[in-house]
Structures are given as structure tokens and as C-alpha cells.
């Protein structure tokens, strides 16, 4: 297959060559096939939420495991009742505050959406996108488009068409280049059909908990996020995830964590492995001129921008060929939470205490 790559600028979806270009792609969903997409988080992977064959050759053009459930994106707050039944007030409640935006609700299925696209689960995931391109898209694509991120299963979630290319070309029809993404770590996941009626944090994200919290009251975080013992409940959050081909490991702990680094990157580069050191901007001049390469990865004072480069710099490892990479841990600020629980994940949960 070949894959068409289109430029369309977030800033001028309502321009005449856009909007041509929109009506193609969103005549390519309605007639099976797939698109590449900009969001706010990162890039989709986008069919017809509707039709169980696209949701087939989602999985096929990701090599994803088909238990895995697609996230269904719509384009306008009414559509909601169309996928989901029994709405909660709670649901009610978040789309008014957070919709359009970087938050996905489960809610109970209804039985019009295929079990192929929900992975067998009697529940569906639906997000409202902000993004003008993805909104644009899902209306000309017919309303509901099943999406997830547009990596292949398991590699670090694209936040550059490129990253998408690297991916996904020859597998799809089309791929919407839309520049980069804002936020760089996909859409927090709260499910609303736990029976204690607590809302249940599946995946952090750019919504936190306490954003949570602040407007429902009560809000747990799903336990099989946080150990490796219990089983996730978004079947995703189970699978080694997020990771580039090296070896990566985490450093904690205040200050002794980049002497530990530098240390075991001699180790390393004595072992004659080819080594990568992730960095904030505020120490990655520490590492410099020792031999290995090195990644500033944002400021600490700018979380959101460590977020913001983290996929793209995990790729970049991959790219320069580093076999292990040794990086530093980023809690602090609203995005720590959703970061940590990527790079953990990516990590296999390999963390270093200094
Ligand atoms: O920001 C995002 O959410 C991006 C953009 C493209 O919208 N999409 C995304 O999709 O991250 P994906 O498929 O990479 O991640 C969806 C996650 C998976 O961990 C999946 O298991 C979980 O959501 N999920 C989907 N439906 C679910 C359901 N009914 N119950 C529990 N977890 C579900
Ligand atoms: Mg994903």
C-alpha cells in the first residue's frame, strides 16, 4: 500500500487546500481504511469506529493484540449517547469541564459498537479531542473514530508525523502531518463503570487526579498501575510499553543520582555498550565530554516540557543506536505523575535508588 502524507497546518484547517484535504482522508474512514492523525497528545491512528474490519487492520498495521481496546473519538459532546449507555452524572460532569480535551472516559458499551473495536469488553473508552485537525477529521470521517496512538505496538508513542512514517508507512492510506503535538503524553483514562461508583484513574495524564478530585469529590487510582503485581484494568497498561530498543534504567534520588549515572555510564561504556544519558537542562551539562551521548530533555521549573519531548527523545536513542540508556526521574509538577508512569513503564520498571 501506498501511504499518502498530507501537510495541513492546526492554524488553518478552514483554508480551501485543507479542507480538500480533509474531505479525503475522512472519505478514506467512511469507506474502511485507515489515517494517521494529530491530537493534543499525540498522534492516532484513526478508522471507523463503527465497522469491526478497520478496527481489524488497526490492529494488523500496529501489531497490537486485539484484547487491547481502542480508544472511540468523537467530535461533539452529543455524539456521546451514541457509544455509551447508562451515562453517569459523573460523565456528565466531566465532559462539561474537560471536554474537548486530553480526557478519556469508559463507560458502559452500547451494543452498536463492535466488540472488535472495544477489545471484547462490554465497556468503551470515548474521547473528545480539542485538536482542530482531529476534530475536523473525526466529523469528515462520520463522527466516531476508533484511535489509538500511532506507533507500532509497543514503540514510544508518536508525537511527529515522522515518528508516525518511521511507523506506519506502506500500512496505512494516509498520514496527517499537523507539526508537532502540545502535550506529548496521551489522555488521562478515568473509568466511570467501577461498581463501588468511585471513579477509577486507569492512566495518568494532563487531567490529574487532583483536577480529578477537585470537581467529583472522590477518585482512586487503579492499583495495577502502581505495582507490577496486580493486573491493570486497561488491558494496555499490562504490556511493556512506551519503550525504545536500549536498555533503559532510572536514577532516583536527590543530587547523588547523577553521580550515580556517571558512574555506571563508564561501567557501561567500559562493557563497550554505546551509552545515552537523559538529562534535565538544569544537569545535563554535568555529563558532557565524558564519551556518551547526551539528551537534555527540558527544564525541572517546565514539566510540561519534559513531557513534551519524551517520546521524541526515546526515538532518538533508538536512532543514534544507544544499547543502554541511563536517565534521570522527573516528579515534580502536574505532569510528573503521567512522565514517571511512562518512563517506568518503558523501563520495565528498572529503578535505581541513590
Ligand atoms: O491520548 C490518547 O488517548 C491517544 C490519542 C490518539 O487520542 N490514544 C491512545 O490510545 O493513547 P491507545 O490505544 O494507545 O491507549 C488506549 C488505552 C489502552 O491502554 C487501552 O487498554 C485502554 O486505553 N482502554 C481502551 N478501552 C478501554 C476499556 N473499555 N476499558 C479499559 N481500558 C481501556
Ligand atoms: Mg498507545
Known sequence: MKTEVVRIDPARVSGAAERQAIARAGEILRQGGLVAFPTETVYGLGGDAFDADAARKIYAAKGRPSDNPLIVHIARREDLERVADGIPEQAEILAARFWPGPLTMIL???????????????????RFPSHPVARELIAAGGGFIAAPSANASGRPSPTLA???????????EMIIDGGEVGIGVESSIVDLTDPSGIPTILRPGYI??????????????????????????????KYRHYAP?????????????VDRILRDAVIKMAE????????????????????????PIGSRQHGEEIAH???????QCDADGVEEILSETFYEGTLGEALMNRLEKASGHTIIDS
Do not use: W
Open 245 to 257: 530498543a536500549g536498555r533503559l534504567s532510572l536514577y532516583r534520588g536527590e543530587g547523588d543520582a
Open 309 to 315: 519531548n519524551l517520546f521524541r527523545v526515546l526515538r
Open 272 to 295: 563497550g555498550k554505546k551509552v545515552g544519558v537523559i538529562a534535565a537542562d538544569e544537569t545535563a551539562g554535568r555529563y558532557e565530554g565524558r564519551g556518551f551521548l547526551v539528551y
Open 108 to 126: 458502559p458499551r452500547k451494543p452498536e459498537v463492535p466488540r472488535e473495536t472495544t477489545g471484547g469488553l462490554d465497556t468503551v473508552a470515548v
Open 162 to 172: 515522522a515518528h508516525c512514517i518511521e511507523d506506519l508507512n506502506g500500512r496505512v
Open 208 to 237: 490529574t487526579a487532583e483536577m480529578l478530585a477537585g470537581i467529583l469529590g472522590q477518585v482512586r487510582t487503579d492499583p495495577g498501575l502502581i505495582g507490577r503485581e496486580v493486573r491493570p484494568k486497561a488491558p494496555g497498561m
